[in-house]
């Protein structure tokens, strides 16, 4: 027997000392006083915005004239949320934004997590070419849309209604590539085939196997698309008018005037985004959660 073909023993202290570095692989690590530091001054510069809106929307356009600008609330925050509700005609635009933005999410996380399985997973001609195409609209500017898609929504008889916004918007680029990114590395192919061995249909592999497994790329998908349809103008300022707005085309019409008032500007702008916040704050949890255990999962 050669020296190479011996198995020297292991020392007795090193068996405890490897239980105790897989031990503590395992433990939670804890931030430092410098990480809450770091947060805390993030978390204050991105509430800066937010803060600032309330106040302004609490005082009078005189007061936000003068200088120094007021850095703490004022008494009239209600009657210039009433001001702007009434003046921008907020009811209906709150309601068309909730239907334009809900049926463009659903529709673009559904969609977009078909294309994205079907570029990931599945095996057909041309396929790497379309891929190339689909990403390749990304890259045109929006604007140079604008005119042929309002001439071809005038052609189908559907001005100055919420179809002509939503129609556009039912996929994108950019959730097709997103899900077939998150799905070429979280989605094994092997549990698809063993699906297929199962006898599963090409629709129950979507459902059981494939939903499953993006859900929690489709929650971010969805609360992005969401955030992006509510805080769209561009496109809805020119496709509707203030007789059938959404959120973003009535708080347009609170700008105008010889002496715009910046307070209910201001109280306008908060009322458009308390939707968002409210939405983040009820799914927030379950969008974060999804996103923690689609990381533990890869």
């Not at 006083?33 to 993030?42: D, I, K, R, S």
């Not at 698809?192 to 599963?200: F, K």
């Amino acid at each position: 027997m050669t020296t190479s073909e011996l198995t020297l023993p292991q020392p007795a202290e090193a068996e405890p000392e490897r239980r105790r570095r897989l031990m503590g692989a395992g433990k939670q690590l804890h931030a430092g006083p410098v990480t809450y530091v770091v947060l805390t001054v993030f978390s204050l510069v991105s509430l800066a915005p937010l803060v600032w809106t309330a106040i302004a929307a609490s005082r009078t356009d005189r007061r936000l004239a003068e200088t120094p600008p007021p850095l703490w609330f004022g008494g009239n925050l209600f009657k210039n949320l009433q001001t702007a509700w009434d003046q921008a005609g907020l009811g209906t635009a709150m309601f068309n934004s909730v239907i334009v933005a809900g049926t463009i999410t659903v529709s673009t996380v559904l969609f977009s997590t078909l294309a994205g399985f079907a570029f990931a997973k599945l095996r057909f001609r041309f396929s790497g070419l379309l891929l190339l195409l689909t990403i390749g609209t990304m890259m045109i500017p929006p604007q140079l849309a604008v005119v042929p898609l309002y001439l071809w929504m005038s052609d189908l008889g559907w001005s100055n209604q919420l179809q002509t916004v939503i129609l556009p918007s039912l996929v994108t680029a950019f959730g097709t590539f997103f899900m077939r990114q998150y799905l070429v590395q979280a989605l094994p192919s092997e549990l698809i085939e063993a699906a297929r061995v199962d006898g599963a249909s090409s629709i129950r592999v979507v459902w059981h196997v494939v939903f499953p497994a993006a859900r929690p790329a489709m929650a971010v998908l969805g609360l992005l698309t969401f955030v992006f349809a509510w805080n769209d103008f561009l496109w809805p300022i020119i496709a509707l008018n203030q007789q059938n707005p959404t959120v973003q085309v009535a708080l347009n019409s609170l700008g105008t005037g010889y002496v715009p008032d910046q307070a209910v500007i201001m109280a306008g702008a908060l009322l458009g985004t308390l939707p968002l916040l409210i939405a983040f704050l009820l799914f927030g949890k379950q969008i974060v959660g999804g996103i923690m255990q689609g990381a533990i999962k890869g």
